[in-house]
């Protein structure tokens, strides 16, 4: 398989440190083309940044993932003590890198215990940025499908919503409305039929490649 464009990853995690130079040059050998590495707070984005300047097929997103707002990364509590504001505010800069060409990753997720309330207003300033900007977004949706679609049919960004879980219906207007749907490994599980169901209704130009590594099945 020749052209393949990874729509999320996290290639800059510390997981990867001790073999990412060659994880790197293999990829165009099994057919990669591009790499959009996604963020997930003001912590690891300098990775990211790093990443996409040192090689030339990685493109960079910047954002604050919801699940940041409840873990203690010493990068983040140190300078910013929780406020998300303070942090949105000082990624801002990043954005002029032309390196950056996504907002993300970004959204809602309600599996884990993060207060609904605070990720809700982190993840709709978001949507307000990537709007301003005029720059697509990297959305992750994790049991939280209401409120997620509630934002993007007020805001209607363009972009991918990573890892689709939601449904072969909302799938048709998302797609109507410009969201590309993001599909790992995890597809061929013989359990995947949700998937198999959104694949088979949609246009296969909505569908996109995703590994979101080291998290999900490649």
Same mark, same amino acid.
């Given at each position: 398989?020749?052209?393949?464009?990874?729509?999320?990853?996290?290639?800059?995690?510390?997981?990867?440190?001790?073999?990412?130079?060659?994880?790197?040059?293999?990829?165009?050998?099994?057919?990669?083309?591009?790499?959009?590495?996604?963020?997930?707070?003001?912590?690891?984005?300098?990775?990211?940044?790093?990443? &996409?300047?040192?090689?030339?097929?990685?493109?960079?997103?910047?954002?604050?993932?919801?699940?940041?707002?409840?873990?203690?990364?010493?990068?983040?509590?140190?300078?910013?003590?929780?406020?998300?504001?303070?942090?949105?505010?000082?990624?801002?800069?990043?954005?002029?890198?032309?390196?950056?060409? &996504?907002?993300?990753?970004?959204?809602?997720?309600?599996?884990?215990?993060?207060?609904?309330?605070?990720?809700?207003?982190?993840?709709?300033?978001?949507?307000?940025?990537?709007?301003?900007?005029?720059?697509?977004?990297?959305?992750?949706?994790?049991?939280?499908?209401?409120?997620?679609?509630?934002?993007?049919?007020?805001?209607?960004?363009?972009?991918?919503?990573?890892?689709?879980?939601?449904?072969?219906?909302?799938?048709?207007?998302?797609?109507?409305?410009?969201?590309?749907?993001?599909?790992?490994?995890?597809?061929?599980? !013989?359990?995947? !039929?949700?998937?198999?169901?959104?694949?088979?209704?949609?246009?296969?130009?909505? &569908?996109?490649?995703?590994?979101?590594?080291?998290?999900? &099945?490649?």
């Amino acid at each position: 398989m020749q052209n393949i464009f990874d729509t999320h990853a996290h290639y800059s995690s510390h997981q990867f440190d001790a073999d990412r130079t060659q994880l790197m040059a293999a990829l165009p050998e099994g057919g990669v083309v591009g790499v959009l590495e996604c963020a997930t707070h003001s912590g690891d984005a300098s990775r990211v940044l790093e990443l &996409a300047h040192t090689v030339p097929f990685v493109h960079a997103a910047v954002g604050i993932h919801p699940e940041s707002l409840i873990e203690e990364d010493a990068a983040t509590v140190a300078v910013y003590h929780g406020d998300w504001r303070a942090e949105l505010n000082a990624l801002r800069p990043l954005f002029e890198d032309n390196a950056v060409v &996504a907002v993300g990753e970004i959204g809602l997720d309600h599996h884990w215990p993060v207060p609904r309330q605070e990720q809700y207003d982190l993840f709709e300033a978001q949507l307000q940025l990537a709007a301003e900007l005029d720059l697509p977004v990297s959305v992750h949706d994790r049991e939280a499908h209401a409120e997620m679609y509630e934002l993007l049919r007020r805001y209607k960004p363009r972009g991918v919503l990573h890892c689709y879980s939601g449904s072969a219906e909302d799938a048709a207007w998302l797609t109507g409305q410009g969201m590309y749907l993001g599909f790992g490994g995890a597809v061929t599980y !013989k359990g995947a !039929k949700r998937a198999a169901k959104v694949l088979a209704a949609i246009d296969p130009q909505w &569908a996109v490649l995703e590994t979101d590594c080291p998290y999900m &099945a490649p």
